[in-house]
């Protein structure tokens, strides 16, 4: 049940600034619940990215940022490189939900 | 070192059961809300369930309402998922993941900070 919409697919030449929308409702982000960010590489358990919208956990290199305005988040990559190339989820809470965590539908970042 | 490690999956019926378990290790596992997370075979990522520290509060995904209990054993520091009327959309790679808290849970503000590698399960004839 994603209620969170995501563009398929995003790309870039190593070196730009790419960005990635994780779009909401008033059940969710625009309820006021923060967003986190998971970077998924291929064949790989998801890591965690981006946390509490704006924070990156220890080890997370600056070049990912994340930022929130009403029902949308975004996760921005700069400097982009061909580790970057991965699957990206967003993730809130939704009121609406019972208690659940709700993931964006993903956002395959390619590195070209 | 915060490790989490599945086992426990494989291929079963539809209708049939199985039941996951999650070792966790390396942090004080009692005192974390723990959940589940599922993949299905090319999709994106699906939350199946949350269960506070001391095993009192169970949310779960509406699919799997019904069907799934999530468990924990604090003295064993290991989470579980019994599976049953498995269906073929149940199938999916599913990973244990420790729901880090700040401020309250039920006001959302958690995120799943560790992950395991996760264990695959499969339903089919």
């Known amino acids: 049940q994603s209620v969170l919409t995501q563009p398929p697919s995003v790309s870039g030449a190593p070196g730009q600034r790419v960005t990635i929308s994780c779009t909401g409702s008033?059940?969710?982000?625009?309820?006021?619940?923060?967003v986190h960010w998971y970077q998924q590489l291929p064949g790989t358990a998801p890591k965690l990215l981006i946390y509490?919208?704006?924070n990156r956990p220890s080890g997370v290199p600056d070049r990912f940022s994340g930022s929130k305005s009403g029902t949308s988040a975004s996760l921005a990559i700069t400097g982009l490189q061909a580790e970057d190339e991965a699957d990206y989820y967003c993730?809130?809470?939704?009121?609406?939900?019972?208690?659940?965590?709700?993931f964006g539908t993903g956002t395959k970042v390619t590195v070209l | 070192e915060v490790q989490l490690v599945e086992s426990g999956g494989g291929l079963v019926q539809p209708g049939g059961s199985l039941r996951l378990s999650c070792a966790a290790s390396?942090?004080?596992?009692?005192?974390?809300?723990m959940s589940w997370v599922r993949q299905a075979p090319g999709k994106g990522l699906e939350w199946v369930a949350n269960?506070?520290?001391?095993?009192?509060?169970?949310y779960y995904v509406d699919s799997v309402k019904g069907r799934f209990t999530i468990s924990r054993d604090n003295a064993k520091n290991s989470l579980y998922l019994q599976m049953n009327s498995l269906r073929a959309e149940d199938t999916a790679v599913y990973y244990c993941?420790?729901?880090?808290?700040?401020?309250?849970?039920?006001?959302?503000?958690?995120?799943?900070?560790?992950w395991g590698q996760g264990t695959l399960v499969t339903v089919s004839s």
């Open positions: 509490g919208n704006s």
């Open positions: 390396g942090f004080t596992f009692s005192s974390y809300w």
């Open positions: 008033s059940s969710n982000i625009g309820a006021g619940y923060d």
């Open positions: 269960i506070k520290q001391d095993g009192s509060e169970k």
């Open positions: 993730q809130s809470y939704d009121s609406s939900l019972s208690g659940s965590s709700v």
């Open positions: 993941a420790r729901a880090f808290t700040y401020y309250d849970f039920w006001s959302g503000y958690y995120y799943f900070d560790y």
